[in-house]
């Protein structure tokens, strides 16, 4: 029974953290990118789309691991942007997902899959 009332105790005191750490995550806007589309394979990708801020977009590519490509300022024309990244083959993962990210001050990052690798 002690174990029983501990273990509930332990439950109810950490309750309003979670509730606190879920509401901060969720109540934080994310960078706005509309009709986000990739092509490409091997390290070789155009990614096109709408962009809505006042602010700077950044971008940066990763595989979970290592960053592929180093965080660079978005340009952006009429509202759209037209991406072309070119990543060295060898760093490619064998076994993983390259992943874009924009990112804006303040802002949740948005995540794009460019290519799953298996």
Request: aromatic share 8%.
């Amino acid at each position: 029974m002690k174990k029983i009332t501990a273990i509930i105790l332990c439950l109810f005191i950490s309750m309003p953290f979670l509730s606190i750490a879920a509401s901060a995550n969720s109540t934080k806007e994310q960078v706005k990118l509309q009709d986000v589309t990739v092509s490409g394979t091997n390290g070789n990708y155009v990614v096109k789309g709408k962009a809505t801020t006042a602010g700077t977009i950044f971008y940066s590519v990763e595989d979970g691991h290592n960053e592929l490509l180093t965080k660079q300022k978005l340009q952006i024309n009429n509202n759209r942007f037209l991406l072309q990244i070119h990543l060295n083959k060898k760093d490619l993962p064998t076994n993983g997902t390259v992943i874009l990210y924009f990112s804006e001050e303040g802002k949740e990052p948005y995540s794009v899959v460019l290519e799953t690798f298996s």
